[in-house]
T-cell receptor, first 112, second 113 residues
Framework: DGGITQSPKYLFRKEGQNVTLSCEQNLNHDAMYWYRQDPGQGLRLIYYSQIVNDFQKGDIAEGYSVSREKKESFPLTVTSAQKNPTAFYLC???????????FGSGTRLTVV | EDQVTQSPEALRLQEGESSSLNCSYTVSGLRGLFWYRQDPGKGPEFLFTLYSAGEEKEKERLKATLTKKESFLHITAPKPEDSATYLCAVQRGGSGNTGKLIFGQGTTLQVKP
């Protein structure tokens, strides 16, 4: 089945630690996105990539980094510079065919 | 500035009690308006895309409509399994379109048996 796989489902980060969230897709979509979701707030865009080896900052990129070395993968690193990283992180791809997003199942990150 | 506002924030219905969720938006050149359903701890699931004022789409007990300023998600005779958070998002059109969606904060629906 085609889809998006996010891992891990739950992740715990200690203060000062960098962690990487994985996002893999087999939909053959060019564009990939990372969103952050906090209770009572809409999804906010962190980074996006429309093509391999290229990516752009979204609205809340500070404290995060990404890479796009291959079409299928768009990992997100939450660095120690992100002061409030506890949130639900969603990866999505965009289809130019039907013009909408497909989302992964999310990673819940908690600072301990 | 592009903005999406959903109301109400939370809605409690009895099974069979029909109602509507509202999504008001301001965007420079609407390319599309999207509705998603999200269950707790899961990623959003696509429901509808609407492209122009006057357009309507239906799926089972759900019907989405679009005007130039807002969209409604009508739920007819809801069942407990319709309980979820419903997200509205808009995509700006025009050149340089990045595919970015601007999301509202969502409406959490609870349907009691």
């Amino acid at each position: 089945d085609g889809g998006i796989t996010q891992s891990p489902k739950y992740l715990f980060r200690k203060e000062g630690q960098n962690v990487t969230l994985s996002c893999e897709q087999n939909l053959n979509h060019d564009a990939m996105y990372w969103y952050r979701q906090d209770p009572g707030q809409g999804l906010r865009l962190i980074y996006y990539s429309q093509i391999v080896n290229d990516f752009q900052k979204g609205d809340i990129a500070e404290g995060y980094s990404v890479s796009r070395e291959k079409k299928e993968s768009f990992p997100l690193t939450v660095t120690s510079a992100q002061k409030n990283p506890t949130a639900f992180y969603l990866c999505a791809t965009f289809s130019t065919g039907w013009g909408g997003y497909t989302f992964g199942s999310g990673t819940r990150l908690t600072v301990v | 500035e592009d903005q999406v506002t959903q109301s109400p924030e939370a809605l409690r219905l009895q099974e069979g009690e029909s109602s509507s969720l509202n999504c008001s938006y301001t965007v420079s050149g609407l390319r599309g308006l999207f509705w998603y359903r999200q269950d707790p701890g899961k990623g959003p699931e696509f429901l509808f895309t609407l492209y122009s004022a006057g357009e309507e789409k239906e799926k089972e007990r759900l019907k989405a409509t679009l005007t130039k300023k807002e969209s409604f998600l009508h739920i007819t005779a809801p069942k407990p399994e319709d309980s979820a958070t419903y997200l509205c998002a808009v995509q700006r059109g025009g050149s340089g379109n990045t595919g970015k969606l601007i999301f509202g904060q969502g409406t959490t629906l609870q349907v009691k048996p």
